[in-house]
């Protein structure tokens, strides 16, 4: 009989519908240490909670998130839910002894992220991972295999950026405007991923924020009559009454990364035309990678040791058996997708929580906290106008 593991999962919109479907297939593609149970489906909202847990497979429903996480049966706590409740329920889910996946970012302050952290350090028999999905792009982590094996040498730049034009002045006030809920806007949202990615992909830190700025190009919104329906704009209707948005819409900073590079990092949700155009690229004395999330199936490699004359960029496929994960879905060039990316960090969660090495670093708390540290150490450049050392922000 294989071994698995009951999962809660905490959330249904659109978080909630990525990491069930991971859950839902994962199995059907990859050979895994422990097989998901979708065992527990945890909501508030009492009238959709039904529908989605026949429609996507749990087998067990509840709006009290306490009781559930008091369940003996449950092994994996999947918090999928707007920011600020990440620490209460992630904390809570440690101390009653589950492994436990949260979303990305690990919380709405640094606090909380930190709380998190302490919480993952004293809970010595579970496990933690965040879902930075990013990383599980196999572009994303064939960069990482090529810096890792030295084919990029001496790293000089790293630019990260994050695209999206969704925001515009007829989106009503949701969480994702609301600093109380959401901690930041672009920043905690986008910023985080690319963040984590030139992290992932340099295997260097943040040493400085030598500059930032934020700005908030909408300062007003129409309060939601109706709750958020999933998706990125949440799908709320507006009603009469309008309401502040006190989070920035774009940020943008520049600084230098441990090993010496320069880096600059841009996430906006006014970019007008990109809907979800993230990537890194990282410049090096040997080499250069270039990942655009439009082109997710690609990764843009240069060697910079070939003769001048044979110089160039190569847009190498990562759909093959030899790319990490792309073997298990289909033949080479038969691409895959977003929601794929989940599907890959769940394989590795379920590897990891039975054993197994996973094929790339899986980030935990400790790791996400790093980035919680980055994301402060920018505020404050940009409260404060001035270069902020990372290693100051505890
Ligand atoms: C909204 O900006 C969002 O859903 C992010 O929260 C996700 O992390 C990103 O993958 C897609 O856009």
Request: charged share 20%; hydrophobic share 40%; with cysteine.
């Amino acid at each position: 009989m294989a071994k698995s593991i009951n999962i809660c999962l905490v959330g249904q919109k659109f978080m909630g519908r990525t990491h069930s479907n991971a859950y839902m297939k994962v199995a059907k593609y990859f050979d895994l240490a422990l097989q998901p149970v979708m065992h527990t489906l945890v909501a508030r909202d009492q009238a959709e909670l039904a529908e989605f847990a026949r429609r996507w497979g749990w087998a067990n429903t509840s709006t009290d998130w306490r009781a559930a996480f008091q369940n003996p049966e449950i092994g994996l706590i999947d918090i999928g839910t707007p920011n600020n409740v990440h620490a209460e329920m992630a904390i809570a889910a440690l101390e009653a002894g589950k492994h436990v996946a949260c979303e990305k970012p690990l919380a709405n302050t640094l606090a909380g992220a930190r709380q998190m952290r302490d919480a993952a350090r004293k809970a010595k028999k579970s496990k933690t991972f965040v879902w930075y999905n990013y990383r599980r792009v196999p572009a994303v982590a064939l960069a990482h295999q090529l810096v890792k094996e030295g084919r990029l040498g001496r790293i000089y730049h790293v630019r990260g950026y994050y695209l999206q034009d969704w925001a515009g002045p007829d989106v009503p006030l949701i969480w994702r405007f609301q600093k109380k809920i959401a901690g930041s806007g672009s920043h905690g949202d986008l910023n985080a991923h690319i963040i984590d990615m030139a992290r992932f992909i340099t295997g260097e830190e943040v040493a400085e924020v030598s500059g930032a700025i934020m700005e908030t190009f909408v300062k007003e919104r129409v309060i939601p009559s109706q709750g958020s329906t999933g998706g990125i704009s949440g799908g709320a209707k507006g009603s009469a009454a309008k309401g502040r948005s006190d989070v920035d819409d774009a940020v943008l900073f520049l600084g230098r990364m441990t090993g010496g590079a320069v880096c600059s990092f841009e996430a906006t949700r006014f970019a007008t035309g990109y809907q979800n155009k993230n990537g890194v690229e990282v410049h090096g004395e040997k080499g250069a990678i270039s990942f655009n999330f439009e082109d997710m199936n690609y990764l843009s490699w240069l060697d910079n040791t070939v003769p001048a004359r044979l110089r160039g960029w190569t847009r190498v496929p990562t759909t093959g058996g030899d790319h990490p994960w792309a073997g298990a879905y289909w033949p080479p060039a038969h691409i895959i997708g977003y929601e794929h990316t989940f599907m890959n960090q769940a394989a590795d969660m379920l590897n990891a929580l039975g054993g197994r090495k996973p094929i790339v670093p899986l980030p935990d708390f400790e790791d996400a906290y790093q980035t919680q540290r980055i994301l402060e150490a920018v505020s404050v450049s940009v409260r404060e106008r001035c270069p902020v050392k990372v290693r100051e922000v505890k």
